[in-house]
């Protein structure tokens, strides 16, 4: 079997999952072709360009990689680095674990951003309760992995690795960060599903979510890795007419109305490759129907003919519309919903990935300046401008800031940076307008905390780690540079890791 060429894969062990375990598992998964070597690395040795090392947290455990990582790119592209680092991994990972508790939660949490295997090393196989707990803290699957399993559950194993290093390789692709750009914790999960299921399967997919937040760019992407030979066929319901829709869809033969000429339809045009149907939720009933008939049978009629047509193509609709609610209220059919909907995908709005928005502004910058031009990234951006960028309300979502980019970078002139100057008048914030900090995000996360009873302390603790974590994470480990940001001395950010780092390993003695 050929090694697995991971772009990065990470065994770590956490409690009494110890070395005797962990060096037996090794063993096994290596006789199937899976070499993990350990890790030479500094313990910050910093990611791509754009951010974090990847890998296991400093402290107790032992950390074996292999490969590299892809660093996140601002402008959509990918930088490689190879180590240890304090942020979340964003390759592939096993867990080794012979108890549940908070600490492993802890730890998933560290390593989310890439997927990760957690293997419960004990005699008896966790409560489907715990299974729960851990894909929810950040595990991407859970398997038990008894004192006398051998090569069946490394099978296992390997047969995750190698489709999870398939996804992150698609992930990490020019292809895929060109086109869903962002590297926020929900984005990158939203682009891993989109990956799996646009390239694994043939499932139909429902795209749905507020205007602006890059559902036509899903429906790009699905086409391109879906390996059809076909095009992509794009039917805009909210363009159709009444006495036209019918035509659209299916097409119509020479004489079926007054001076009409023979014309293919959607179904025919999309034969081979993909139809989105945008803005599904505006089809009138009638023709949902029709749609639902040639989506199970494979064929359709031409308007004005008699024989049966045949096609094959993979369905992908959008709507901003609720189409349960539709369904609810009797004005889209739920056997055609139930059709569609093999797989949902919502890309999230703007508000809910805001750190995505200085990459995506990089992004649109490298699109609208000539090559080789000044001010082809955010670094050419003057502080006052990224403050307004990061503060302003984007109802538009990602369209939006887009036009806002485009309205700034032509008012623009000369080399230097990008100057508040540049913003248009109409757009400046005055005294109390635009989006302020906490915002309504930070209110939320703090109210569900008091809401499940946790304490004042308890939540400025968390917060602060928070902080802290993700700083790291931007500064490619650098303390230095992160205690400047938070606006403390390194010394006290040092020592702030290291109690952080001490509670945690007192949390998980505690437990066994």
Known sequence: MAFLQAPSV???????????AATRIKSELEQLGLVLLPAAAPPHAAGGRGGAGTGARTGAGLGVGIGTRAGAGSCGGSGSGSGIGTGAATGVAILLFAAADQALSQRLGELAGGAVLALAVAAEPPAADTLWALLEAGASDVLWWPPTAGADVASQV???????????????????????????????????GV???????????????????????????IHRLSGCQGELTVLDCTTLSPELCGSELFGHEKGAFTGAAARDGAFALA???????????????PLQAQLLR????????????????????RLVCATNRELEAEVAQGRFRADLYYRIAGWRCRPPPLRERP???LPLVGHFLAQMAPAGAPGRDVGALDPAVRQYLLTRDYPGNVRELRQTVARIWHRHSGPGPITVGAVPPDERLGTGTGRRWPGAGFEAAVRHAIDLGVGLSAIS????????????????????????????????????????????????????
Not at 196 to 221: H, N, R, Y
Not at 272 to 285: I, K, Q, S
């Open 195 to 221: 990956v799996e299921v646009a390239a694994f399967t043939q499932s139909p997919v429902l795209i749905t979510g507020e205007t602006g937040t890059g559902k036509d760019l899903i429906a790009q992407l």
């Open 271 to 285: 034969d081979g490759g993909v139809l989105f149907v945008d803005e599904v939720g505006e089809l009138p009933l």
């Open 294 to 313: 040639a989506v199970q049978e494979r064929k359709y009629k031409r308007l004005g003919g008699n024989s049966w047509q045949p096609t094959q193509f």
């Open 355 to 357: 750190d995505d928005i």
């Open 461 to 512: 603790q968390a917060a602060g780690d928070i902080a802290v974590r993700i700083v790291l994470e931007q500064e490619g480990g650098s303390n230095q540079r992160a205690a400047l940001r938070l606006g403390v001395s390194d010394r006290t950010l040092q020592l702030r890791r290291k109690a952080r780092q001490a509670g945690t390993e007192a949390e998980a003695d505690g437990s066994e």
């Open 10 to 20: 990470w065994l770590h062990v956490h409690d009494q999952a110890g070395s005797p």
């Open 158 to 192: 390997l047969a995750r690795l190698r489709r999870w290093q398939e996804v992150q390789q698609l992930m990490d692709s020019a292809a895929v960060r060109g086109c869903l750009v962002g590297d926020s914790a929900a984005w990158r999960a939203l682009v891993r």
